[in-house]
């Protein structure tokens, strides 16, 4: 059972915009590690690469190099979502995103999709030219 749910995904054209939008269990907040993956269509499951996490308990937020100055990870606890608002997007951004959550801090590992525990179903964002 999934208790992870994004939302947001569809078709833009390169250099627009869209947010993604991912609701967890209340409980998440203040004690977990979310943020977003993402896996093309070329990448088998277990080479998913991480975009963005936020620790749920003090907001430090981690970006993959690809992402700083054009996505923005936000939690959003009154809400139960974490939101990753993702500007200027190229063909290259063309994948499926997935939420992710594990208990505790990001920390070192917070790029291993590995680490955690609970993942979304996914949304599917497609680039074009």
């Known amino acids: 059972q999934f208790q992870l749910y994004e939302s947001g995904g569809g078709s833009v054209q390169a250099g627009g915009s869209l947010t993604l939008s991912c609701r967890a269990p209340g409980s998440f907040f203040g004690s977990h590690c979310i943020g977003w993956f993402r896996q093309t269509s070329g990448e088998k499951r277990e080479e998913r690469g991480a975009?963005?996490?936020?620790?749920?308990?003090?907001?430090?937020?981690d970006y993959a190099s690809f992402a700083k100055g054009r996505f923005t990870i936000l939690q959003d606890p009154a809400k139960n979502t974490v939101t990753l608002q993702m500007n200027n997007l190229q063909t290259e951004d063309t994948a499926k995103y997935y939420c992710?959550?594990?208990?505790?801090?990001?920390?070192?590992?917070?790029?291993?999709?590995?680490?955690?525990?609970?993942w979304g179903q996914g949304t599917q964002v497609n680039v074009s030219t």
């Open positions: 992710v959550a594990d208990w505790g801090k990001c920390g070192s590992s917070w790029w291993y999709q590995g680490y955690y525990a609970f």
């Open positions: 975009v963005a996490t936020v620790y749920t308990g003090t907001g430090i937020i």
